[in-house]
């Protein structure tokens, strides 16, 4: 009964390939959030949605892409993966989208490395 | 706009000292403040919140965090450490208006010796 899940929990790839990062949450809440931590482990909030709807959208290259079926579920899709990309990608969630009041959940982790 | 400072990006003590694991903070509008922390090869786990009730705020596992606004600080303390208490540390704030984002320290590596 994992409350914020990730799949896969690492992920080895070539250059160039295409690949997507699964995320689940069973806490019911509205609201989800993809962070990226870097090498130095400083993370970085790149997208959010509210109720399947995009709130959230940092500076992230288009090769990175979002996707929300349903308000548990937020995958990352990431197209021409380059070497830049290789990071610990976060999943969270939260109750609402108003991160001042309501704690973050977050999954175990995605760790990319691309070859 | 907000940001947050984590003056130490190491801290190593010995099992049963004291912990202090410094932050200030920078902030356009009243903040919410959080110390989160994170296990090795683990997700991050919320260990305090200050969202400007009681500025003495305490936390999971013993851990206590003090806003003073005057300092803009938001120092996490623990008075004993213990050896589950190496991890990383991370102060997080945020705007009670704005964009809604969590803005993250730099983290700051905990070490505990026996």
């Known amino acids: 009964d994992t409350a914020v899940s990730q799949t896969p929990k690492y992920l080895v790839t070539q250059m160039g390939n295409d690949k997507s990062i699964k995320c689940e949450q069973n806490l019911g809440h509205d609201t989800m959030y993809w962070y990226k931590q870097d090498s130095k482990k400083f993370l970085k909030i790149m997208f959010s949605?509210?109720?399947?709807?995009?709130?959230i959208n940092e500076t992230v290259p288009n090769r990175f892409s979002p996707k929300s079926p349903d308000k548990a579920h937020l995958n990352l899709h990431i197209n021409s993966l380059e070497l830049g990309d290789s990071a610990v990608y976060f999943c969270?969630?939260?109750?609402?989208?108003?991160?001042?009041?309501?704690?973050?959940?977050f999954g175990p982790g995605t760790r990319l490395t691309v070859l | 706009a907000q940001s947050v400072t984590q003056l130490d990006s190491h801290v190593s003590v010995s099992e049963g000292t004291p912990v202090l694991l410094r932050c200030n903070y920078s902030s356009s509008y009243s903040p919410s403040l959080f110390w989160y922390v994170q296990h090795p090869n683990k997700g991050l786990q919320l260990l305090l919140k200050y969202t400007s009730a009681a500025t003495l705020v305490k936390g999971i596992n013993g851990f206590e965090a003090e806003f003073k606004k005057s300092e803009t600080s938001f120092h996490l303390t623990k008075p004993s450490a213990h050896m589950s208490d190496a991890a990383e540390y991370f102060c997080?704030?945020?705007?009670?208006?704005?964009?809604?984002?969590?803005?993250f320290g730099a983290g700051t590596t905990v070490t505990v010796r026996a």
């Open positions: 997080v704030v945020s705007d009670r208006k704005g964009d809604y984002k969590l803005s």
């Open positions: 969270a969630s939260s109750v609402d989208a108003i991160p001042s009041y309501n704690e973050q959940f």
């Open positions: 949605y509210n109720n399947k709807e995009l709130i």
